[in-house]
């Protein structure tokens, strides 16, 4: 896509610190850094978004994820890791291209769960089970 600034760092018109790549994905640092090692993996082919992407360049994006995973840790000695996609605007997505965020932790950062964790309620729960379900599935409890 012609104005999509993800599209341009693809087609190397656009500067970004690549740190890897292969013939599906690109990965390189965001400029906003989280945390040190902040890392931003999409696939070459334009996708809007989660709901959008195909199966391949999904899994080949989770699947580089988890390599540069592998290499932040022992690089960065990153102690663990936020993988985390924003889909939508509703949900924080500010770059209309597909990509996932690999954020290395490290137990002196200053990250925070963005939700505080409450107990919910049960039937509501089992409500919501109700209309997410597959009839045709077993029954999960
Ligand atoms: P989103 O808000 O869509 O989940 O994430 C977009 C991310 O892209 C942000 O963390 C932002 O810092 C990063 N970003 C936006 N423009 C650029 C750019 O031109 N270069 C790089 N490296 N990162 C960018
Ligand atoms: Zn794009």
Redesign the pocket.
Known sequence: MSDC?FCA?VAGT?P??IIDSDERTIA?????PATPGHT?VIPRRHHTDLLEIDDVDLAACTSAARRLALRIEDRLDAEGFNL?N?CRPVA????FHF?I?LIPRYSDDALKLPWVPRAGDPAEIARVADLLGDPAAADGE
């Open positions: 600034i760092i656009a970004a610190q390189f640092l965001d400029i906003n931003l985390i924003a924080w997505q500010t770059v990509h965020h």
